[in-house]
């Protein structure tokens, strides 16, 4: 298994588009940052916190994500996440993280990921699709 550090941190940056926003998404009827794309940009970022830590075969899943969504960002305003992994136990990693549009804080959240094999992992949703047919 690798070896994964706390305190491993990721960042992410992104310009609001149309597709980010709430009215694209259909979670709601305005033109602003949607809560999914946030809750994109805070995984990516946990993605990004283990770049160049795991082994080949390894990837990570999201497993949780308890957010918050503390503020509104137009489109056009850059955004910003960063995750720290905070706790490893066993296959579960544990991430803080926090996001800002160029004025404010916007969210917060507590999110779980699980180390996985990645050709395991696959070849089980393959064959979960298999016995649904």
């Known amino acids: 298994m690798s070896e994964l550090q706390i305190g491993f941190s990721g960042e992410v940056t992104r310009v609001v588009t149309e597709s980010d926003t709430a009215a694209k998404w259909g979670s709601g009827l305005v033109p602003v940052f949607g809560t999914p794309s946030l809750v994109g940009l ?12 795991l082994e080949e075969n390894q990837t990570t899943v999201g497993g949780r994500i308890d957010v918050r969504h503390l503020a509104a960002t137009p489109v056009g305003m850059q955004v910003r996440a960063r995750a720290e992994l905070t706790a490893v136990e066993g296959r579960k990693l544990i991430f803080q993280i926090e996001a800002w549009d160029e004025s404010e804080k916007i969210g ?3 999110h779980e990921r699980f180390l ?18």
Do not use: N, S, W
């Open 108 to 110: 917060e959240a507590l």
């Open 42 to 53: 805070m995984e990516a970022a946990a993605v990004q916190a283990l770049t160049g830590h």
């Open 116 to 133: 996985i094999d990645k050709e395991k992992f696959i070849a089980r949703a393959k064959a979960k699709r298999l016995q649904a047919e």
